[in-house]
């Protein structure tokens, strides 16, 4: 086919687009739609039962910062409460994503690289805990490390500790719970890389007078590393927005973003405040992939 | 030529499986390759030359038997200290390295300083005139200069042997022809050895300074393509080189008693009343007047037709298949017709007969 038919059928191609425009319209207000009305929620004030009024106002926002002090209007102090809130999101979002990569891909090397066969029943295993619910798979995890659970029952039993070991309601309970239910998704989308990885090239690798961590370091990883960056980014945004597993595995001690954005609109009857805070959570992680995605390229482009 | 050994194996055995379904790639295969010299090991697929030349990569270590380079033994040595280099059948670049970030790997493994890396790589990719190519992706190039980046890559580095691991076979025709001539060229410029796995006779034949034969995991004949090809050891040797015809002879006292009933020329020094097997290539049978003495009566089964020469298919008098390859006259006419009665001769000293 000649470069000016190609062009031509890119171009018809390209003009048909109207055929998904209703699809689009949907998008648009299934999306964006409900998107726009946090926003402007986020900047009015809030009523006394929840919900909103219709008066404009910076507080939602002022507040995620800084709080104002209940007998000095006027004086502001950090609010150090919500800090710690973002701080443990990020750092168990962050753990989680570099603990399931740790764990994720020896497994997912381990699955590309079997006979065929078994590699459809490896897969099959990986995918066994999505066919349960979340909650239900949240709640095992509880039973297993609460302080009469499984674990501690066991050790206990063994003589190895004499009193439980308190592992629930602490940020190491979430830290497992979420790698736990987010380690399949690093793992199929790295199984996919490695999958097509030529491991010829491991050879000539060797051949060529590379060790085995130079190997990995310079061949392995930089030709994995679309299933990397997929990988992390399937596990990293929904670790920071994460509800279920912080509010049954951190209690109701360790939030994280999303159990505070649950209480702003519930108990905390501040519907604004939960709306900046969501925007603020859309912003990081968008923020956070654009630079993820920026930095883990230009390594490649130097390596 | 240097007569100095670059490569040895000394009773290399290599065997996959385990119990009763053990196959022995390489079985007990001892070979000197000479410093400075093309040899090529010769085989069909499955023959065991591709075991043997990861062996000497280090990709995989012998059952049992000892690989010395240089006279070291360099058995267990893993593949990354070894001075040796291979040119993959897959080329196997990588494919997220320009080309010339691929040929400067090797160096770069080696942790020689990023100048020299630069410039040594400019250098292999002149050598193999890629010059232009430098910066481009892999992925942007045909296979023949993608068979050429795997080349310098595995030149960069000046490695003692370079291994080369059938790697023309994914090429059509007309680049492998170039390519043998480039490849003949690379290694008298550079003066490496080099060890060339093939299928293909012809390959062998017209780049190899020696072949080694392989079948079933042994090494059948080792030799220069003259003596291969004219002087086979064996049945395996003299049918997978060229085309032959094989006779049933008994040795008599003034020469050789074909199966047929004639008695044609012997080499010498067979002892009388031995049943041998004599073998005569196509290029040594003669048309000739059946009044001629010595002349063997056949019969012409099929005529093909190759443009330069023509096969013509004929049996003797008990029915044993013959084969000429006669030289195409200017009409383009071989003169014979199905079914008619020849007499023909092979040229002196061209019958072998095979010692087993």
Known sequence: MSAAETAQDAAATRNGWWLSAPALFILAFA????????????????????????????????????????????????ADAHLTIFWRSVKLSTLTTLITFAVGFPTAWFIATRSPRSRTMWLFLITIPFWTNLLIRTFAISEVIRNEGLLNTLLLKAGIISAPINMIYTDFAVFIGMTYVYLPLMVLPLFAAIDRFDMKLL??????????WQTLR???????????????????????????TPRVLGGGKKMMIGNFIELQFGQGRNWPLGASLSILLLIVV???????????GRENRHG | MSQAIAVEARNAVKAFGQGDAVVRALD?????????????????????????????????????????????DITYLPPNKRPVNTVFQSYALFPHLTVAENVGFGLQMQGRPQAEVKETAARMLALVKLEQMANRKTSQLSGGQQQRVALARALAPKPKVLLLDEPLS???LKLRKEMQIELKRLQTETGITFIFVTHDQEEALTMSDRIGV?????????????????????????????????????????GLRLSSGELIEAPAG?????????????????????????????TVQNMVYFGTDTHCYMTLADGTEVMARLQTTATGDADLTQGQNVALRFAPGSVQVLED
């Open chain 2, 270 to 298: 067979l002892a009388q009343g031995r049943k041998v097997t004599a073998i005569v290539r196509p290029e040594q049978v003669r048309l000739v007047n059946s009044a001629e003495l010595g002349a063997v009566t056949a």
């Open chain 1, 203 to 212: 050879e000539a690798s060797y051949d060529l007078y590379a060790s085995r």
């Open chain 2, 214 to 254: 392989m079948s079933a995991g042994k090494l059948q004949q080792v030799g220069p393509p003259k003596d291969i090809y004219t002087r086979p050891v064996n049945r395996f040797v003299a049918s997978f080189i060229g085309d032959t015809n094989f006779l049933q002879a008994t040795v008599e006292a003034d």
């Open chain 2, 170 to 172: 994914a090429l059509d």
């Open chain 1, 31 to 78: 999306a964006v739609g409900p998107l726009l009305i946090v926003l402007v929620y986020s900047f009015l004030t809030p009523g006394e039962y929840g919900n909103v009024e219709w008066i404009f106002s910076l507080n939602a926002w002022r507040s995620i910062l800084l709080t104002e002090d209940i007998f000095e209007p006027g004086k502001f102090t950090l």
């Open chain 1, 286 to 296: 968008s923020a956070a992939l654009v630079l993820y995605v920026r930095v883990s």
């Open chain 2, 28 to 72: 007990d295969v001892s070979v000197e390759i000479r410093q400075g010299e093309f040899f090529t090991l010769l085989g069909p697929s499955g023959c065991g030359k591709t075991t043997l030349l990861r062996l000497i990569a280090g990709f995989e270590m012998p059952t049992s038997g000892t690989i010395l380079l240089e006279g070291a």
């Open chain 1, 218 to 244: 310079r061949v392995i990883l930089p030709i994995v590393r679309p299933g990397i960056v997929a990988g992390s980014i399937l596990v990293f945004v929904p670790s920071l927005g994460a509800y279920v």
